[in-house]
């Protein structure tokens, strides 16, 4: 299982703490420290489309109109931080956010 976020962003520690001490093997992946690939970014926003873009989100406000405009992997490969937290791939099938259904279905 690995879970994509970033280590200031207290959904995500959230939802590690609860999977791990669901004694669940849990990788964290710090997006801004290892960079998404095209291939990641792609099969994120395959699944969930623009959903993936956090658009509530101070990163998002400040983009320019132009990157507002674009694809949802042009926004996230511009700007890792604005994708909705955390993104979280398990034996391939993947999981946006951290809400009561999905720590449900990753607990249970």
Known sequence: MV???IPTCDT???ALKTLQAAGKDVTFRDIRATPLTAAEIA???DEFGDLAVNKQSTTYRGFKDFLKAS????QIAAQPTVMKRPVIEDGGTWYLGWDAAVEAALTA
């Open 12 to 14: 995500c520690k959230r």
């Open 43 to 45: 099969a994120i926003t």
């Open 71 to 74: 694809d949802p992997e042009d």
């Open 3 to 5: 879970l994509y976020g």
